[in-house]
């Protein structure tokens, strides 16, 4: 009977191996009795450069290789065979080598499994070309359990591949494709562990040490950084509310030290909109946080419950979104800025200011205590606690204003030029509405 095998998934639970696959396709396969494959031998193969110059042969010891390689397969795919195994080869006896294999030949490997034990087990190897046999060995090999621990209520799907120290939890659902700490460009997934009824879609990457709790959802093209915590019934990674999207290929990107409370969405990117939400690392999601397409969040942020950004939305490092606020889509929050609670963003915040009010939102100055805790200086505080001044207080235009702090040399230094800058390439406007003094005795003065 032949079988469709996966040979690169089940060769990566094969330790100790030659780095490449030397299994080329199944022909026959009798699940834990006997097993049949081909490697094609072809003159651009690595080992051939140097063994030997002039006279290519295929060294004896990757002949043993491919059929060490076919019979980790036949034993990992055999009925009963835990899903968290993983093969070593222990030792070889009574090789023999027959004739020379050179590139042109097809090498047929057959395997036969003999005496086993939980943790040996004994196969009987062949390697033909056509009916002439050129190798035979009897191989022992290792079985060891992984680190990995599989709840046996969970559905994992074949062509997933579940990394080393990865714990699964009871009902969680892995579709295929998936890749959990397995050579993903984020991490190797030690550590990580999936909550109960977890639903994790095809392409998502997840990197070490992650937590996912309880019936949370991860989709599409997701990449999410290490020792990241995501909390039950949170969903990451799926289609944007966006009435334009079409199925296109898109993205969202997450970094290191994420905290993802329940119930927070976060959607990947649009075709039309730059293709990939990203988000930094260290930010906080509070419960009921939504993060719309295309999106981009930098560093140290936090949101409190039920903040919601449109799309398009560009947050700086160190933003501070209180509960209940709204940002319109395209605006920018700038760094160190704070917006208050249940405030409503139809343009870019300043970086450094509180922004707070709904109809419409105004600027409170300096946001005093969140910078002295960000560790700045009381002359940078003071710096642009006068900038402000500038900007909402005198009776100079904005450009005048801008002009005016560039001029008084007493103000110079990197943040107040990142603030000029920052209203200078506003492209939607920026918030300079000046908080009402009866607002202000609403909101406590630093």
């Known amino acids: 009977m032949t079988a469709s095998l996966n040979i690169p998934i089940l060769l990566d639970r094969f330790c100790y191996r030659y780095p490449s696959p030397l299994v080329d396709a199944v022909t026959e396969h009798d699940a834990g009795r006997r097993l049949v494959a081909i490697k094609n031998v072809t003159v651009n193969e690595e080992f051939f450069q140097g063994h030997f110059p002039g006279v290519p042969l295929m060294p004896g010891v990757l002949m043993l290789e491919s059929l060490s390689q076919v019979a980790a397969m036949l034993l990992l795919q055999r009925d009963g065979a835990p899903p968290n195994v993983r093969v070593y080869l222990r030792g070889v006896n009574d090789a023999k080598f027959r004739r020379q294999v050179v590139p042109g030949d097809r090498l047929r490997l057959e395997i036969s499994l003999g005496r086993r034990r939980t943790s040996l087990a004994r196969a009987q190897a062949a390697a033909y070309v056509g009916d002439q046999m050129v190798a035979e060995a009897e191989l022992l ?98 289609v944007p509310q966006d009435l334009k999207f079409r199925g296109e290929r898109t993205r969202l990107i997450i970094g290191c030290r994420n905290i993802f409370r329940e119930f927070v969405t976060i959607h990947r990117g649009t075709q039309g909109g730059g293709g990939v939400t990203t988000i930094g690392d260290r930010n906080v999601f509070m419960a009921y946080v939504h993060v719309a397409h295309d999106c981009h969040v930098g560093h140290d942020t936090i949101f409190g419950n039920t903040a919601t950004l449109g799309g398009h939305v560009t947050v700086e490092d160190f933003v501070n979104v209180s509960a209940g606020s709204g940002v319109h889509q395209f605006c920018r929050l700038g760094r160190h800025a704070f917006i208050g609670g249940y405030s409503v963003v139809t343009k870019d915040a300043l970086p450094y200011a509180r922004t707070v009010g709904s109809r419409p939102a105004r600027i409170y100055g300096a946001n005093t205590i969140g910078l002295m805790r960000r560790g700045f200086t009381q002359d940078v505080v003071t710096k642009l606690k006068r900038s402000f001044r500038y900007l909402l207080q005198s009776k100079l235009n904005t450009t005048r204003a801008l002009q005016q702090i560039e001029q008084d040399r007493s103000l110079a230094c990197p943040e107040v030029q990142y603030l000029i800058d920052f209203i200078r390439t506003s492209e939607r406007g920026v918030i300079l509405r000046r908080a009402s003094r009866r607002a202000e005795e609403v909101v406590a003065e630093e």
């Open 141 to 238: 090999l290792g079985l060891v359990a992984d680190e990995t621990e599989i709840d046996p209520t969970a559905i994992v799907a074949p062509g997933a591949q579940i990394g080393r120290g990865t714990t699964i939890g009871p009902h969680v659902v892995i579709g295929p494709e998936v890749r959990i700490g397995v050579n993903c460009r984020v991490g190797i997934g030690r550590g990580t562990t999936i909550g109960p009824h977890v639903v994790i879609g095809p392409e998502v990457r997840i990197g070490v040490n992650c937590r996912v709790g309880a019936s949370s959802v991860i989709d599409g093209w997701t990449e999410i950084g290490a020792d990241c915590e995501i909390y039950p019934f949170a969903s990451i990674g799926l």
